[in-house]
């Protein structure tokens, strides 16, 4: 059989993904996602933090970050600087409730450092110390009823929508951050890791 028209129960499940990806970033606000891009190609110094697997997409973000030569850090590394006024510190948050990323959005604040995040929950206490937010409709197990996901389901467990999406929209943003900064993937490739 072939296998483009093979109806297996990965190929029902694939679809699935595809098709509730494509309906949650459809969604998302062009204008949002290209402020964000604003406000990181300032060229002040990049803070990115997250929990648990979205944890895992903002460091891929920031290992991003760095080969377009940005100066960038990931919150609770050992080598992590103080932050201070002029810093941008970018949260990845499906719910906007997770305590120590409330911490850090309010310790920011309090230095004047602009805070910025990427959460299904605009109403969320994180979302509301933040200065840009990046909305993804997509449904999380901590968000309010009233305002994460805005009625989208998912047949995804837990928060997975939610981490797809973050993992593409900030793909998509180190693309447009390509063609603002006048980078090209070489350039990035020169500045991959190279104690491996």
Partial sequence: MDNETA???????????????????????????????????????IFVAGAGRTGLVMR????????LGLRVHVVGETTTPAVRSGDLL??????????????YAGNAVETGARVAIATADPGSPAARLADLVVF?????????????????RSRQPM???????LGVMLDACVMLLMSRLDETERDMFARHANLE
Wanted: hydrophobic share 30%.
């Fill in 7 to 45: 109806s297996s129960p990965f190929d029902e499940t694939r679809r699935t993904v595809l098709d509730e990806m494509r309906r949650t970033l459809n969604r998302v606000s062009c204008e949002e996602v290209e402020a964000l891009v604003r406000e990181v190609s300032e060229g002040g110094r």
């Fill in 60 to 67: 891929g973000f920031a290992m991003r970050l760095a080969q």
């Fill in 90 to 103: 970018l949260i990845g948050s499906g719910s906007g409730v997770t305590e120590r990323l409330v911490h």
């Fill in 136 to 152: 993804i409709p997509a449904p999380t197990p901590k968000s309010s009823k009233k305002s994460g996901g805005q009625g989208l």
């Fill in 159 to 165: 928060a997975t929508l939610f981490e797809q999406s």
